[in-house]
């Protein structure tokens, strides 16, 4: 069975700081996808990255990179220059069948 | 191009009630996939279509069905409605074998 682990219920941010949001799996899978999302309040749930268990680069999309270390199986997200809207709630989520999520992390940015 | 949508946004019911969800899916994206949030138990899977054949289905009673029509659009039923189903109900589409998978904004259901 795969299992997503967040230890970090919550995290504070001051605003243009970086941040990383920790993120460990647990699979048997050789092939896998690791995803993080944000939710903010209205409950929307917002793609941010991907990182395929085959890449060999940390994924990166703007501000959001994935810090992948496949034998510690972790999937890190680290966002840089935050922002006051980057304050929600963060997934770490695993695709096998289907997406299975962790607990998440709220993350408060302070001005 | 327009995203995942989902409707009602919001809805209350009363116990013994049915409630049905709609989810159209980004244009070109056949998968559908549905999820329930909780407090308590945080994101579960509920079930999977595809091309309008369930593909897999998660660890939920009967009371919980959906459908997929020929356009790709999701609809999710839940039938003698409880307490506990009270949550956000999220859809998901992506293409076959994508490495992205899109969330509309959910359906919020309180169940009275």
């Known amino acids: 069975a795969q299992k997503i682990t967040q230890t970090q219920p919550g995290m504070f941010v001051q605003e243009k700081e970086a941040v990383t949001l920790d993120c460990t799996y647990d699979?048997?899978?050789?092939?896998?996808?690791l995803f993080w999302y944000k939710q903010p309040s209205s409950g929307e749930m917002i793609f941010l990255i991907y990182q395929g268990s085959y890449d060999e680069q940390n994924a990166t999309e703007g501000r959001y990179s994935l810090n992948f270390q496949k034998a510690r199986k972790s999937a890190n997200l680290v966002i840089s220059a935050s922002q006051l809207g980057d304050s929600a709630m963060y997934f770490c989520a695993m695709r096998g069948v289907y997406l299975v999520f962790g607990a998440g992390t709220i993350l408060r940015v302070k001005s | 191009k327009a995203g995942v949508t989902q409707t009602p946004r919001y809805l209350i019911k009363t116990r013994g009630q049915q409630v049905t969800l709609s989810c159209s899916p980004i244009s070109g994206h056949r998968s559908v996939s549905w999820y329930q949030q909780t407090p308590g138990q945080g994101l579960q899977f509920l079930f999977e279509y595809f091309s309008e054949t369930q593909r897999n289905k998660g660890n939920f009673p009967g009371r919980f069905s959906g459908r997929q029509f020929s356009n790709s659009r999701s609809e999710m039923n839940v039938s003698t409605l409880e307490l506990g189903d009270s949550a956000l109900y999220l859809c998901a589409s992506s293409e076959q074998g994508a490495d992205t998978i899109y969330f509309g904004e959910g359906s919020w259901l309180t169940v009275v």
């Open positions: 699979t048997s899978d050789q092939s896998y996808g």
